[in-house]
C-alpha cells in the first residue's frame, strides 16, 4: 500500500528508496521544518528523519556496448555508481519508541545495474559534524593529489554535503573549513 512517506517504510536496497531519493524536496524547495520526514529500515534497524543531502555518481551513458558489461578496470558510471545520502535521523524500535537521539546518519550506496552484482549499502552515525565530513571523505587517485592529501570530499560525497549544508549549520560550517582546506596548497 503506497501512503505518504511518514507512514511508509522503505527499506535502503528496495527500488522505493531510489523514487524516495528521486521526488524528495532538494535543499531550496522546501525549508528543513517543511522537509517532510521518511521511515527507512536497513539490516532489521528502523529510523526516521529527513533528508538534508544527496548526491549519486549515476549517469545515464555507458562506455562500451549498452547491454554489455564493462572491460576490467573501467569505471562506467552508466553501470556501477554510488550515492550518497545525509539524513538527520532517529532511531526507534517497532512499538515506536526511539531507541537513540536525533543525529547525523550517512548512508553511502555502491550501486551496480550488472547482473550477478549486489549493491553495497555503509551507514554511519554520529552526532559530530565533523565526524560526517571525515565519513564523507574518499580515497583522491594517485595522479590527483594535488594537495598531497590521500583522502578528500568529492564527488557524490561533496554534492550530499553541499546540499546538506543549505539546511543544517553545524554541517555548514565543517563545509566551509573544507573549502578553505582544498584552496590551501
Ligand atoms: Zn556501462
Redesign the pocket.
Known amino acids: 500500500m503506497k501512503g505518504t512517506p511518514a507512514d511508509r517504510v522503505i527499506s535502503l536496497v528496495d527500488e522505493a528508496y531510489d523514487e524516495l531519493l528521486y521526488t524528495y524536496p532538494m535543499p531550496g524547495q522546501a525549508t528543513r521544518d517543511e522537509m517532510p520526514t521518511v521511515r527507512l529500515t536497513y539490516n532489521g534497524d528502523h529510523f526516521r528523519g529527513i533528508i538534508l543531502g544527496y548526491g549519486t555518481s549515476f549517469e545515464e551513458a555507458?562506455?562500451?556496448v549498452?547491454g554489455?558489461?564493462?572491460a576490467p578496470g573501467?569505471r562506467?558510471?552508466?553501470?556501477?555508481w554510488t550515492d550518497v545520502t545525509i539524513m538527520w535521523a532517529q532511531p526507534y524500535n517497532l512499538d515506536d519508541g526511539p531507541t537513540a537521539p536525533y543525529q547525523y546518519a550517512v548512508i553511502v550506496r555502491g550501486r551496480s545495474?550488472?547482473p550477478g552484482e549486489t549493491q553495497r549499502v555503509r551507514t554511519t552515525w554520529t552526532p559530530d559534524a565533523a565526524m560526517v565530513l571525515d565519513t564523507l571523505r574518499v580515497p583522491v587517485p594517485k595522479h590527483l593529489r594535488v594537495t598531497g592529501r590521500e583522502r578528500s570530499v568529492a564527488g557524490p560525497h561533496e554534492d550530499a554535503l553541499l546540499d546538506a549544508a543549505l539546511l543544517d549549520e553545524p554541517l555548514a560550517a565543517v563545509a566551509l573549513e573544507f573549502s578553505k582546506e582544498r584552496v590551501t596548497y
Open positions: 555507458h562506455t562500451h549498452p554489455g558489461r564493462p573501467d562506467c558510471s552508466g553501470c556501477r545495474s550488472l
